[in-house]
């Protein structure tokens, strides 16, 4: 594809119209958490709205607790949960799962997505806490439906993370063509990013003035972001 993903995590319905308006793609619905990078599962109240208002896709965090690692029990709801979620209108799911070991827990990963055949979904930044990236992403790369991996290449984000991310995407077309960089992007990151082959970005704090979560989603941020990527792009491709 030529035309990059943009996605916008969002809070509320509120957030709807800034992102949409600013030429987003898509959207993450998650409820955040303090000193975490993922965020937990919305109540339906919350997501009902969002997916309702939304004229684009919409993904759903699929956790329940503030760990990477579920038990049998979670398992169930979190598929009761998606499926609640995909009634009202989600378009895919996030989630990310880890073992003891701090490993991709591909097992849980691969029962999950199988629960939900057909359902596209990205792998949340957990991936950011394994221990070792190569093999994470060699371990990614096995799942099924899996269309999108959201990493800042460090648990502190793009700050610390793009450059090994970078060298990731630039030595495999197939990690460029899943990785959605998040956490902290910045304007001068995206064309070398986009030379690697990424086509998904992702923009969180930086669609809301201030950076702040207590303000809503700006239209014209985003669309800051929207002609930026597109640009960046276009280059490669005349």
Known sequence: MN?????????????????VEGGADRLLLAVPQPDDVVGTSPDLAVASPVLRESPVPVRVVLRLNDGYTTTGGEFTRL????????????????????????????GICRALAEALPGVPWTFSR??????????????????????????GGSPRGLTQGYDDLLALAEASPSVAALLMPSGGLVAEQVPWLARAGVRQLQIDEQARPGGSAKAYVDAALVRSWRTLVDSAVDRLVR
């Not at 950011?128 to 959201?150: F, I, Q």
């Open 126 to 151: 957990a991936v950011d806490a394994t221990l070792d990236a190569r093999r994470s992403w060699r371990r990614l790369l096995d799942l099924p439906g899996l269309s999108a991996v959201s990493s």
């Open 79 to 106: 598929v009761g949960l998606a499926e609640e979620y995909l009634a009202l209108g989600a378009e895919g799911v996030c989630f990310g799962f880890l073992d003891a070991d701090l490993e991709v827990d591909t």
């Open 3 to 19: 035309r990059a993903v943009l996605e916008v995590a969002v809070l509320s319905d509120r957030d709807v119209a800034g992102a």
